[in-house]
């Protein structure tokens, strides 16, 4: 791979490496590489970028891109969770009052959906 590397010359620009031998390597710093097989983009663009300095910012730039669909996102969650609790906490409620009718008709004597006329329970036991 150092043979390979050393048969590459570096030029300023497409047109500088024209005028070098057809048998030269040569690789622009925009990464257009021009060998014996023809010439090619070799570089990549800014989003597919890995490593460094320029992949932190690609990076930044995507993060920020998301923040809008993000926020939207957490306010559509954040009324569903409302929606979710009231829902809770008015089943809670029933559970609750049904739990209290059976207390107070066993506290009574009258057992539920039992007992004399007019006092008993009419929850369901």
């Known amino acids: 791979?150092?043979?390979q590397l050393a048969r590459i010359d570096r030029v300023d620009s497409v047109e500088a490496g024209m005028k070098l031998s057809?048998?030269?390597?040569?690789?622009?710093?925009?990464?257009y590489h021009r060998e014996r097989r023809g010439a090619r983009h070799r570089g990549v663009t800014a989003h597919e970028f890995r490593f460094g300095e320029a992949a932190r910012r690609a990076q930044l730039k995507a993060l920020e891109a998301d923040?809008?669909?993000r926020a939207a996102d957490l306010e559509k969650f954040s009324a569903e969770e409302t929606s979710?609790?009231?829902a809770l906490s008015?089943?809670?409620?029933?559970?609750?009052?049904?739990e209290a009718a059976n207390w107070l008709a066993g506290r009574a004597g009258a057992g539920p959906g039992g007992g004399s006329a007019g006092g008993g329970c009419y929850c369901e036991g």
């Open 67 to 69: 923040i809008p669909q």
């Open 1 to 3: 791979m150092i043979d």
């Open 22 to 31: 057809k048998d030269d390597e040569w690789i622009t710093p925009d990464a």
């Open 90 to 98: 008015r089943d809670r409620a029933v559970v609750s009052g049904g």
């Open 84 to 86: 979710l609790l009231g």
